[in-house]
């Protein structure tokens, strides 16, 4: 015969319950702890328009919704991902996983991890616009390139794309020095073979490419970029993207960059960035109306949180919720 299953004494459940109670409060302190004791959520200060927006809604968020301090850090992509490494900031809002080396090796030294997409269905490429291709009778333009489809074709049509300082060569317009992506465009470039027929242009900073885009488009004038959505410029502007070899095609996948100490010690806070995702049609129209209004990416950040309570609220708790839209109410 079985012997009756022992029933725990109600002093037993009382010690039990005290103890549940005390690591739920533990974990609930240690969860608030970063911001509680004082300490400043750094973000990296990254300089293209869509970081700069998810850098300034995230800042909002924690500032108004969980009484967190934050700062953002200025710098270059690369030296930012060395920076979350060491844990000199904690959190990079835009990292397109998997493509810097200064990432790859701080995630598999295990001193960073990705969290959340905050940006689904991106893309990014070598545009030209399509009038170069198929012309554009409305603005009188003939197509001088309609045989241009791909990377690969580039080379016999170096001279459409002259660069005004070395007109023996093309000009290709690639990312600023020390973003990612600059780095990579280079290495396309000697993989083609257009490093020896076209001139590797790098512009200081994103919005002098912008710049330079516009300025060619409104003339109607040939060119050659590198680009990526979400933007405002791909928003505005008729651009085709030439196609690479298929080998080259990749997946993009776009997450929150967090320093590992960081999730240690804020995983709520954690949890809340790894909600973070804004539809990307949604993030494209908020870029154009910074790029055409002029207006900076905090303004835009507020707006958004004002006029889209529907995709925000799900990723804070009700609480923060509320403080949130009493904080942008006014705006």
């Known amino acids: 015969m079985k012997a009756a299953p022992s029933i725990p004494s109600f002093k ?13 409060g533990f974990q609930t302190a240690q969860a608030d702890t970063w911001c509680e004791q004082g300490n400043t959520v750094k973000f990296a200060g ?9 850098t300034d809604l995230m800042r909002t968020v924690l500032e ?14 690369i030296t930012m991902e060395q920076a979350l490494g060491q844990n000199d900031i904690q959190v990079f809002a835009e990292e397109w996983i998997g493509r810097s080396e200064a990432w790859n090796k701080a995630a598999k030294a295990g001193t960073v991890i990705g969290v959340g997409a905050p940006i689904k269905n991106a893309t990014e490429g070598w545009y030209v616009p399509r009038y170069l291709v198929e012309g554009d009778k409305e603005r009188g333009i ?7 489809k791909a990377i690969a074709d580039l080379d016999k049509y170096a001279m459409l794309f002259k660069d005004p300082e070395e007109q023996s060569k093309g000009r290709f317009y690639n990312c600023p020095a020390g973003w990612t992506c600059e780095l990579e465009n280079s290495e396309k470039l000697e993989e083609y073979g257009l490093d020896k027929t076209y001139v590797n242009f790098r512009p200081g900073t994103g919005a002098a490419l912008d710049a330079a885009i516009s300025s060619s488009y409104k003339r109607g004038k040939p060119f050659v970029t590198y680009y990526w959505s979400p933007t405002a410029m791909l928003g505005k502007y008729d651009l085709v993207q030439l196609k690479e070899k298929p080998e080259d095609e990749k997946e993009i996948k776009i997450q929150v960059g967090i320093s590992k100490v960081f999730q240690d010690e804020a995983p709520q806070l954690v949890d809340v960035l790894s909600k973070v995702n804004v539809p990307i049609d949604l993030l494209n129209k908020s870029l154009a109306k910074m790029s055409d209004e002029k207006l900076e990416s905090d303004e835009v950040a507020r707006l958004f ?14 609480e923060a919720a509320r403080k949130i839209d009493a904080s942008v109410a006014g705006q």
């Open 12 to 24: 037993t459940l009382a010690l039990g319950l005290t103890t549940l109670g005390m690591a739920i």
């Open 64 to 77: 108004k919704g969980y009484s967190c301090k934050t700062d953002a850090i200025p710098g270059n992509s």
């Open 305 to 318: 949180l004002k006029e889209h309570p529907e995709v925000w609220h799900q990723w804070v708790s009700e």
């Open 142 to 148: 003939e197509a001088k390139a309609p045989d241009l």
């Open 46 to 54: 990254i300089n293209w328009e869509s970081g700069e927006l998810l």
